[in-house]
């Protein structure tokens, strides 16, 4: 009796689609080490986890946010993101032992981001796409104004942090591993996550069900706009200071690594080790394409390739059931 | 009544007219010929990308790839049209043939529009940089002239709105199968129940998108001389905000294609008077954002108040 | 049975339609000739909207035939539900229907037609042929959905079948319906004129069909009815079960519910809603439950908890597990710091699944994979595992077999008894009749309170349908 549900939990985690976004990333780094004939494994592994780590951190939140149903999408991750980094790099200054106020600054900064965005969706009853769109312009001018005229580097100690490794693992890797543990215990174990989970099943159901589904909403925004905030962070430590379009390329790489990891668009179904999986392969794609010589052109048409098959694939199983 | 259903439109209006008059305000030579010609200069291809965007809002989707289309065919525009004008005019009619083929898939598989564009994204973006795969090119010499032509009277880039406004209006809104394609925004199940293919109708609707997508692209490189392949980018999120700057709504069909000319000029020009208000350069993107965050509220207050008057 | 020289509109032999096992239309046969017009009444789930969707194409029959002896050109719906673009002008949602209007300049002929075919059924109207259809009240909009089924579109309309088509209009805007119908027969067309409102049937049908569970019951001549003979036509024969709603409430007299339109409930009672389909029930139990729990907030003990009929828009959270279907309303009470007891999760979905009956070896199988009764149950077990002193159920038994209901109406009665408040919506009036309080609804009001004995579906039928001749 107590050992059934254990099993059939598992049996459920194989047959969902996070498996292929990790068969995927294994395919790629394949192919990449079928060209050096296994040399330089290690390195490849190291750098996929450091750079896949922000995109999976920054996935995750979006992932949340799409998990709550059609139309909902935060399009202020970039801003963000850059943001959050200038005004922590601000307040620390380089100046030794700030880290963890950076660190304060930017979570506040996430905290304060999602809140206006929530207001705006739900005070001015603005489309989401609308309203984190408008708002991140916002954004993006703070950020432009604190950010003006200053190269400010992060603290020593911080930027060998996010460059660092422990037991062989890039930290960044053990920060957006430890995240994803944390937000698979809340959406597997919490109330919350329950609630969230029902609420992009069926907003109306849920609600009949019980569910607070405007709290469920404003907590979900909030939460995108703080791991937003952590990866503009640690992006900024890592890549030693914060520039403004640092956040530009992970707005679409967000919403693709929630979809290539088999969340569901429709809501309701998130997928935290397939966005691990997708933020993995996103970046060797990339670099076997690059291994191969192929261009920034191949890479793209082949990602967009991609995209378009897992949700052709994604309707056709559904129309079968 | 008249005054409500008309109401989309007044907003829009006021918006623009607003921020004109303080633009002339802050800079009384900007009234003029070559005043406005530079203060709308750029509203050209961003009131085209606005109305091809509208197209499929208008349908109840959304584009996400409307700046890497724009892109592609800016940078075909500044190669294929100008070396080779035969094969360019077949390529970017393949690629308007392709958006409708991309809607219609859509609606046969019934597929998330906002993840199928998302994914197109990727791939126009790709297609570009293949196509130039570092900024360059140059625009034909008919379409440089036509972009810079000095009409009387008129600026050439007030002039083309105009045309533009005018032209989708009398498709969208007065033409037989533009009142059926928006009726497939409003219910779509009645227009199927009265023997309509709303697969034809999404495909149609694609296509027009595609279509001035197109003139987008091209606009953009006669105005611009040249291109790359992330020259117009930004033009996804400018035209979604620019359809619903112009009254438009996510769902139910209600686009205003007057209304997006309008919202796209009025983006254009809020970054023109936001320079003009020797704003801090610092801010002027944040008061871009300001301004969309409070027209859309003050249409929530038209909206709150229509019903109840 | 037809008088008539002319051939029929639209013959129906034997016509039959088959939802999976059940039979919403159960071998009909029926003629609607040119002059016609045909009256058609029945009580909820008698097989109406069934003919109606057989006559005008939607679906096929699954036996039987469905002929149109001169073509089914000129043959017109207008839909119960609004099925206009609210997005359009009154004019522009002609052109939908309309295939001539493709030329430039069809617009001005769009807005004659719409307007003379506007002044033909409703004079002195008053609609603007060019506003906007959502800014018009929802009486305008019927009036256009009826104007368009009338209007020419090209041809002529032949047969219009009008299914409820004064729901949202006063009595004088109706009588110029009645008196349109009356001229377009005479000048032969035919209606197919289907309401719940008996003295309008009367004044305008030359003939009335009387549907009952997928089947005629009985088709005379108007004048060969009177108005209650047409009501006991409609119902089946249920005196004894007034008899059977012993009163099995508790002995306090607590009011726990009262709503600003009389929805009264004591604690222990079981409150019956009744009336026809879409007059305002379910809204009114919607808007109870949701002002008795909240948007930000839930505690460890809901005040309230819901029983969707309506699965799939209202109830089922179609990507869980049956187990986790149960538990959503329970979360709350047995979470320990935020996070789910999935030990108490699981006992207490073992336990409703023994109480209710939920037909399944494996409670972690996807919801869907149940029956339609079976996942009803689940909604049952969701609603009655939490302690929430009020239960609203929204026509929960839609679809449900006889077994089923037997098991849930026992649980209702213990559950009752033991001090929980039911509000129970239902469509079936056997159902109904189970309560201790019924109140039954007509145009979004209540129109009739009865209790103990008055509970008859006599009675419910009577406060249901309109009685007099023009309200």
Redesign the interface.
């Known amino acids: 009796m107590s050992t059934a549900p254990t099993k059939s939990a598992l049996l459920q985690g194989f047959t969902r689609p996070w498996i292929w976004a990790w068969l995927a990333a294994a395919l790629a780094f394949a192919a990449t080490l079928g060209l050096t004939s296994g040399r330089g494994a290690g390195e490849l592994a190291y750098a996929a986890l450091s750079f896949g780590a922000f995109a999976a951190i920054v996935g995750m939140g979006q992932m949340l946010v799409i998990t709550l149903g059609p139309g909902n999408v935060d399009l202020s991750i970039p801003a963000t993101m850059t943001l959050a980094a200038t005004l922590a790099l601000k307040t620390m200054g380089s100046d030794p032992g700030t880290a963890m106020l950076g660190l304060a600054v930017a979570l506040a900064v996430g905290l304060a981001v999602g809140l206006a965005n929530f207001a705006l969706i739900y005070l001015l009853r603005l489309p989401p796409i609308i309203a984190t769109l408008a708002a991140s312009l916002v954004y993006q001018s703070v950020a432009i104004w604190s950010n003006r005229g200053l190269r400010i580097k992060p603290p020593e100690g911080l930027a060998d942090f996010a460059t660092g490794r422990f037991l062989g693992l890039p930290n960044v890797a053990w920060v957006g591993l430890a995240l994803a543990i944390a937000v698979w215990v809340v959406l597997e174990r919490s109330v919350w996550g329950r609630w969230l989970l029902a609420s992009g099943q069926n907003l109306r159901a849920a609600r009949l069900a019980g569910v607070p589904v405007e709290a469920v909403r404003a907590a979900t925004y909030v939460a995108v706009a703080v791991m937003a905030a952590l990866a503009g962070y640690l992006l900024a430590s890592f890549s030693g200071g914060a520039a403004l379009n640092m956040g530009g390329e992970y707005l679409l790489m967000s919403i693709a690594v929630v979809v290539i990891g088999g969340s569901s668009i429709a809501g309701g179904n998130s997928n935290v080790p397939g966005v691990w999986g997708a933020a993995l392969f996103m970046f060797l794609v990339v670099s076997t394409l690059n291994s191969y010589g192929a261009g920034a052109g191949v890479r793209n048409l082949l990602t967009g390739a991609i995209i378009i098959a897992i949700v052709i694939a994604a309707s056709t199983r559904r129309v079968r059931r | ?2 005054f ?2 008309r109401h989309r439109i007044i907003l829009p209006v006021v918006s623009l007219a607003v921020l004109l008059a303080l633009t002339f305000w802050m800079q009384p030579r900007a009234m003029s010929y070559f005043g406005l010609n530079l203060l709308f200069n750029l509203a050209v291809p961003i009131a085209l990308a606005t109305v091809a965007q509208m197209m499929i809002i208008m349908v109840n989707d ?1 584009d ?1 790839s409307t700046g890497a289309f724009v892109s592609l065919v800016a940078c075909i525009t500044a190669t294929f049209l100008n070396d080779a004008p035969l094969t360019g005019v077949l390529i970017l009619a393949a690629l308007v043939l392709s958006y409708a083929a991309m809607g219609a898939v859509i609606h046969a ?4 529009a ?3 564009t ?13 196509v130039l ?1 570092s900024p360059g090119g140059s625009s034909p010499g008919w379409l440089r002239t036509l972009m810079t032509v000095k009409p009387p009277y008129i600026p050439m880039a007030v002039a083309a709105s105009i045309i533009i406004a005018v032209v989708t209006h009398l498709l969208i809104v ?3 199968i533009g ?2 394609l ?2 497939v ?3 779509a ?3 199927a ?4 293919q709303v697969t034809w109708l999404k495909a149609l609707a694609y296509g027009l998108a595609g279509l001035f997508g197109v003139f987008a692209g091209m606009a953009l490189v006669g105005l611009t001389t040249s291109a790359d392949a992330n020259i117009a980018l930004r033009y996804t ?1 400018l035209s ?2 620019g359809v ?1 700057l112009g009254g438009g709504e ?1 769902t ?3 686009v205003s294609p007057v209304g997006a000319v309008i919202g796209a000029l009025t983006l254009t020009l809020a970054a023109s008077f936001l320079s003009f208000m020797r704003l ?11 301004i ?2 409070l027209v ?2 003050a249409r ?1 207050l038209f909206a709150r108040k229509g019903p109840a008057a | 049975m037809s008088e008539h020289e002319t051939a029929p509109i639209v013959a129906l032999t034997d016509a039959a339609r088959h939802f999976g096992p059940v039979r919403a239309l159960d071998g009909v046969s029926l003629s609607v000739a040119p002059g016609d017009c045909l009256g058609l009444v029945g009580h909820n789930g008698a097989g109406k909207s069934t003919l109606v969707n057989l006559i005008n194409g939607t679906f096929g029959p699954s036996g039987g035939q469905v002929a149109f002896p001169q073509g089914s050109e000129g043959v017109r719906s207008v839909f119960q539900e609004l099925s206009l673009c609210p997005n359009l002008t009154v004019a522009e949602n002609l052109r939908i229907p309309h295939p001539g209007l493709k030329r430039p300049g069809w617009r001005r002929i769009a807005r004659a037609e719409i307007r003379a075919s506007l002044d033909a059924v409703f004079p002195g109207h008053g609609i603007d042929a060019d506003s906007e259809v959502d800014t018009l009240s929802i009486a305008e909009r019927q009036m256009v959905e009826i104007a368009i089924g009338f209007a020419p579109r090209g041809g002529a309309a032949r047969l219009v079948i009008l299914d409820e088509p004064t729901s949202a209009l006063d009595a004088g805007i109706a009588e110029q319906l009645l008196a349109h119908i009356r001229r377009f027969c005479e000048g032969g067309g035919a209606v197919i004129f289907i309401s719940h409102m008996l003295g309008e049937v009367f004044s305008v049908a030359s003939r009335i069909i009387v549907l009952k569970d997928g089947r005629i019951v009985a088709e005379r001549e108007a004048a060969g009815f009177t108005r209650q003979g047409l009501v006991d036509a409609m119902g089946h024969v249920a005196a004894e079960t007034g008899g059977t709603a012993a009163p099995a409430r508790g002995t306090a007299d607590e009011i726990v519910i009262r709503t600003a339109e009389g929805l009264v409930a004591r604690r222990g009672e079981i409150v019956g809603l009744s009336g026809l389909a879409g007059h305002g029930q379910a809204a009114a139990l919607a808007r109870l439950f949701l002002s008795q729990t909240s948007d930000w907030r839930a505690g460890r003990a809901p005040r309230a908890v819901f029983v969707a009929g309506d699965r799939p828009r209202d109830g089922v959270l179609p990507l869980w597990s049956i187990l986790r279907n149960i538990s959503i309303s329970v979360l709350r009470r047995d979470a320990w710091r935020g996070l789910v007891n999935r030990e108490a999760e699981r006992r207490v979905a073992e336990d409703w699944r023994r109480r209710i009956g939920i037909r399944t070896d494996n409670l972690d199988n996807p919801l869907l994979s149940l029956s339609g009764g079976n996942q009803q149950k689940v909604l049952f077990a969701r609603a009655l595992a939490s302690d929430a002193p009020l239960v609203v159920m929204d026509d929960p038994m839609r679809g449900v077999d006889v077994g089923t209901k037997q098991d849930v109406y026992a649980m209702i009665r213990t559950e009752a008894a033991a001090g929980r408040t039911f509000l129970w919506y239902s469509t079936e009036t056997e159902e109904v009749c189970q309560c201790d309080r019924v109140f039954v609804f007509r145009n979004h009001a209540i129109s009739a309170e009865l209790t103990g004995a008055d509970i008859t579906e006599e009675k419910i039928l009577e406060a249901s349908f309109e009685m007099q001749e023009a309200s």
């Open positions: 009544m008249s409500l259903s959304i996400l598989l019934d597929l998330p906002i993840v199928v998302l994914g197109m994204s990727f791939v126009w973006g790709g297609l570009a940089l293949f795969p007065r033409s037989g009142t059926v928006r009726g925004g409003g219910n199940q009645s227009v129940r009265a023997g309509w999120l979604i905000a619903i996510f139910g069909g209600k801090p350069p610092d801010w002027q993107i944040g008061a871009q954002g300001a969309l965050i859309l509220t929530l």
